[in-house]
């Protein structure tokens, strides 16, 4: 079956600079979450998009921006880059939003390293 | 508010014996509770789920929880662990109402199996 698939699985980055993530959430699933997890921590909830607007909105820095695309994919956008924007970066899918939604299905996540 | 709180950080066990993960939540609402697993260098991946159905939930690979309002407790047990358990999961609390789906996510247990 077909999962949540996340590119580039690794980035190295210096800081000051910047950085694109992508999602690509289960098919038909038409919304889509970020999630950070610095080094031994748990994972922190930055941002959510249901039908291509935001949805909701966590601890996502101002440095940050993301969006979804019209085919529900979804980019996450780092600029300004800090020591301590590095952190495994996940993205979610499920289908609908809010209580009622399925259930997240996670990608395997995108590792970004600032120097 | 919600929180979830995993009592212990680090679990021993040797393999052909129980797993026991705590999992403690506070949430206002009666909430979704999963509980997910990390292996090394690798994306979430769902164990099981409440949803507020039975109370005990029976999950992927012979794992299964309880669910005990009267405790706030959300508890992880396998009769026997195998060397492929060893990984970090997350016990993870949703709360129901219109709050979307920012998943909190409890500290983590890093389960080790000696052979």
């Known amino acids: 079956a077909a999962g949540v698939i996340q590119s580039p699985r690794h980035l190295i980055k210096e800081k000051r600079e910047t950085a694109t993530l992508k999602c690509y959430p289960i098919p038909r699933h038409d919304t889509v979450y970020w999630y950070q997890q610095g080094p031994g921590q748990d994972p922190q909830f930055l941002i959510s998009f249901y039908e291509k607007m935001q949805s909701d909105k966590g601890s996502i820095p101002d440095r940050f921006s993301a969006q979804q695309f019209s085919d529900y994919h979804s980019e996450l956008n780092m600029s300004s880059l800090e020591l301590g924007d590095s952190a495994l970066y996940f993205c979610?899918?499920?289908?609908?939003?809010?209580?009622?939604?399925?259930?997240?299905?996670f990608g395997a996540g995108s590792r970004l390293t600032v120097l | 508010a919600q929180s979830v709180t995993q009592l212990d950080s680090h679990v021993s066990v040797s393999e052909g014996t129980p797993v026991l993960l705590r999992c403690n939540y506070s949430s206002s609402y009666s909430p979704s509770l999963f509980w997910y697993v990390q292996h090394p260098n690798k994306g979430l991946q769902l164990l099981l789920k409440y949803t507020s159905a039975a109370t005990l939930v029976k999950g992927i690979n012979g794992f299964e929880a309880e669910f005990k309002k009267s405790e706030t407790s959300f508890h992880l047990t396998k009769p026997s662990a195998h060397m492929s358990d060893a990984a970090e999961y997350f016990c993870?609390?949703?709360?129901?109402?219109?709050?979307?789906?920012?998943?909190?996510f409890g500290g983590g247990t890093r389960l080790m199996v000696k052979p």
């Open positions: 993870v609390v949703n709360p129901a109402g219109d709050a979307g789906n920012m998943l909190t």
């Open positions: 979610a899918s499920s289908l609908g939003a809010g209580a009622g939604a399925n259930v997240l299905t």
